[in-house]
């Protein structure tokens, strides 16, 4: 966000009306000027001056928080999956479809930006890899008193040694 002057932006913006459900968050790309809102079933783009670029709706589920990633130009959001089912769920939530991180080889930076690990979990397994070598399964990460149950089930799929 550099050089970056709130007062070039406009003190209101119309989101339109959407009949999606009600406003969950709001991100802005500061350098190209865009708004997005996230609606409960859809992700809308606008101009600062509210005109519509875009929009993806119909989404399998309940959008909520909504963030705008200056480094790599992406916007981020959670989406409550419920009972996500669909054909294509079924295709971008398979085994095969996981970007998984290697922990092993992976430095401290790395692993704590994972969504689902974090500074104090990152750390205690370099930690580790550093008083007892490579680890080689989740098992080993339950040794570790920053991972609760909870943590090694929700973090298992998107690991790797």
Known sequence: MENFNIDKFPRSIDAGLWKTGHLQGIAVDTAHEYIYYAFTTVLVKARL?????????????H??????????????????????????????????NIKKININKSSLAQIKRHPYINYYQASAIVNFRRLHGMIKSISELRLMKEFSPEDLKRIEPYVTY
């Open 63 to 96: 959008l909520g928080c909504i963030d705008f990633n200056d480094e790599d130009g992406r916007v981020y959001a959670s989406l409550e999956l419920n009972n996500f089912v669909t054909t294509v769920g079924r295709k971008y939530m398979s085994e095969e």
């Open 49 to 61: 001056n509210g005109e519509t670029v875009g929009w993806v709706g119909g989404l399998a589920g």
